[in-house]
């Protein structure tokens, strides 16, 4: 799936029974590793804790825990856990908080399969994938955040230094271009695509691509 012998490890967190089953069912038929299924919040946590998936589709409407805070809780302390958001409701609101929670895709539950397995696909490589029309809604709030005067202390390091290929990669990253497309682009694999990016991430101690996108914005390379 992602290159690498062993399939992408998958959990998929649903309260519907028969959507979480269908969901599950799909992936695995698409050669995805699905490690755990969960019904409710708490016993979400416990399952990811339990099986380290690498990609969790998660809905926000759970009983008990909700999806944010189940995002919350799992995100930083699972070793390169991404989450993808699967949920009916295509709110701004909704959308932004499971961002901030630490999502790094968002999809509307009225996607076809064929959607959902490519979003999970990319959303294993650490790309942000959003249902059309959401994915602009993210790069405006984070225009938004970078034009707010933050704190600066008089000590802040200077910046990693990255190379030209990395800046001109990162560049198109913040313009919401997909890996594919940037590699058509600069006439390079996907592979040293993801390569750069992994660089960039490590040079600029940042955890996913959803970061590095703010991280451009705030410096105005969206707009260069």
């Given at each position: 799936?992602?290159?690498q012998?062993?399939p992408?490890?998958v ?9 979480r089953?269908?969901v599950?069912r799909?992936?695995a038929?698409a ?7 969960a019904?409710?919040?708490?016993q979400?946590?416990?399952?990811a804790r ?7 589709v998660?809905?926000?409407?759970l009983?008990g825990l909700p999806?944010?805070?189940?995002c919350k809780e799992?995100v930083?302390t ?9 949920s009916a409701s ?6 932004l908080e499971a961002?901030?929670?630490?999502a790094?895709?968002?999809l ?12 999970v ?7 942000a994938?959003?249902t059309p ?5 993210v790069l405006g709030e984070?225009r938004r955040l970078a ?15 990255l190379?030209d ?6 560049r ?5 271009l997909s ?7 600069l006439?390079?694999s996907?592979?040293t695509?993801?390569?750069h ?5 490590g ?5 996913n691509?959803?970061?590095l ?10 707009d260069?």
């Amino acid at each position: 799936m992602t290159g690498q012998d062993a399939p992408v490890s998958v959990m998929v967190v649903d309260d519907h029974p028969m959507w979480r089953d269908a969901v599950a069912r799909d992936l695995a038929e698409a050669g995805f590793d699905v490690v755990a299924t969960a019904g409710e919040g708490a016993q979400a946590v416990r399952r990811a804790r339990a099986t380290s998936p690498q990609v969790l589709v998660l809905d926000l409407n759970l009983p008990g825990l909700p999806g944010v805070q189940v995002c919350k809780e799992l995100v930083g302390t699972l070793a390169g856990l991404r989450v993808l958001v699967l949920s009916a409701s295509g709110e701004h609101a909704d959308v932004l908080e499971a961002v901030k929670s630490g999502a790094t895709g968002y999809l509307v539950k009225s996607a076809s399969t064929a959607e959902l397995i490519e979003a999970v696909r990319r959303t294993a490589v650490g790309e942000a994938v959003f249902t059309p029309g959401l994915a602009g809604l993210v790069l405006g709030e984070y225009r938004r955040l970078a034009a707010e005067p933050g704190p600066r202390t008089p000590d802040e390091p200077k910046a990693p230094q990255l190379t030209d290929r990395e800046t001109e990669v990162l560049r198109l990253v913040a313009k919401g271009l997909s890996y594919k497309q940037i590699a058509e682009r600069l006439v390079i694999s996907h592979r040293t695509v993801q390569n750069h990016v992994q660089n960039t991430l490590g040079k600029l101690q940042l955890h996913n691509r959803v970061e590095l996108v703010r991280y451009a914005i705030e410096r105005g390379l969206d707009d260069a």
